[in-house]
């Protein structure tokens, strides 16, 4: 390693101003940055030190995301097995199987994602940030196994370009850029984002064995074929059809440990939007109406995207509420939002995504009024002292 940072540094002025590659210093700070922390350090004035800087938060974020990830792999293979009627496959066929197929998606990912961050930052100047790092292993996880690739190509194209450069990049953006890609794909090509045959690769293809359904527990919901939805165990296992990393709520439970004992994730975020579908879910229950409003409560926090969104979406420390006060009323109504939307809207089966993404634009209004709220509080208290 000492060998590589020395070759580093040697290289170093041919990227800086005046150098023979000035114009790629963005690039060569990007890879030197990523192999080795800065030795930048302040030299004047009041500073917070801390040694949890973007490099490593997102780091701690890709570790928690690795058991979903895993499970992913071998649940797609699960679901092939199921679905072709293969008996003979051991669990590391089936991990390997979906480890391949999920492979490309990462590639494409990364390559149009970072190609499109580097190129935006040369062209502006500025150094590049590590926040597709996280992007790029989440918008993958989050759509069907058998998307084509040029699809998510254009999505993870459209999630960079208008959902964060167009703000300024990393740290300016409104919207969760993963949530933004998913939403893009779902509202382009919802032919690939809905239905039973997506979500289990090569479904879509036919051959599959006769009577066997593809459709995901939300779906099975949505038409009233409550019968025929899985056990709660399979569902908080995760051995069900739907996207990549969203099935396993045992395996996001654990990232979600992770992010919240390094301090990462917000737990007040989780809490309250777990408590806001809980608290809906029962609202239903009691209220009555159709069958889907009288599931138990708790099958909203086991089903499609909700846990992978509460853990991994909702916490995002862009896009959501700042305020600590904020942060509660942010996810409690993020929580509401995903009930209300799977259970009154015939169109779209899981309310996650749109529930998160809505709150995005609300967010710096919920801090406005939380801080507001705290200003005229302590100007009435100086007023009767």
Not at 191 to 214: C, N, P, Q, R, Y
Request: aromatic letters at 12%; hydrophobic letters at 50%.
């Amino acid at each position: 390693m000492s060998f590589l940072l020395k070759k580093i540094k040697e290289l170093e002025p041919k990227f800086h101003k005046g150098g023979r590659f000035e114009k790629l210093q963005s690039v060569f700070d990007g890879f030197s940055t990523f192999l080795f922390v800065p030795d930048k350090v302040t030299t004047k004035g009041a500073h917070i030190r801390d040694f949890m800087d973007m490099k490593r938060t997102m780091t701690v974020v890709i570790i928690a995301l690795l058991p979903a990830l895993l499970f992913g792999c071998y649940n797609t293979g699960l679901q092939h097995t199921r679905a072709f009627g293969i008996n003979d496959w051991t669990l590391m066929h089936m991990f390997w199987f979906g480890f391949l197929k999920l492979l490309p998606l990462l590639v494409v990912s990364y390559v149009v994602g970072l190609g499109i961050e580097f190129t935006a930052a040369q062209i502006r100047g500025h150094e590049i940030n590590e926040g597709f790092l996280v992007t790029g292993i989440l918008i993958p996880l989050i759509v069907p196994i058998d998307v084509p690739l040029w699809m998510l190509a254009v999505a993870v194209a459209f999630s960079v370009i208008i959902g964060k450069e167009v703000f300024g990049g990393t740290g300016m953006n409104i919207l969760n850029p993963a949530l933004t890609a998913r939403a893009f794909l779902f509202f382009s090509y919802p032919g690939w984002m809905t239905g039973d045959k997506v979500w289990i690769e090569g479904l879509a293809k036919g051959g599959a064995l006769d009577g066997f359904s593809g459709s995901t527990p939300l779906a099975l919901a949505k038409l009233g074929e409550f019968s025929r939805m899985p056990s709660p165990v399979d569902m908080f296992t995760g051995t069900i059809p739907g996207s990549v990393g969203e099935t396993s709520v045992i395996a996001i439970l654990i990232g979600a440990f992770i992010l919240l004992v390094t301090g990462v994730g917000s737990w007040r975020i989780m809490l309250s939007m777990t408590l806001g579908a809980f608290g809906m879910g029962m609202l239903l229950n009691a209220i009555g109406g159709n069958e889907y409003m009288q599931i138990p409560a708790y099958y909203h926090l086991i089903m499609g995207g909700f846990a992978f969104g509460t853990v991994f979406m909702a916490t995002d420390p862009v896009t959501a509420a700042q305020t600590n006060t904020g942060k509660f009323i942010y996810g409690a109504l993020a929580g509401i939002l995903v009930v209300i939307i799977r259970v009154f809207n015939p169109a779209y089966p899981e309310g996650t995504m749109l529930a998160i993404l809505l709150m995005n634009v609300f967010a710096p209004l919920i801090d406005h009024f939380v801080v507001n709220a705290n200003i005229k509080r302590r100007l009435k208290r100086v007023r009767t002292t």
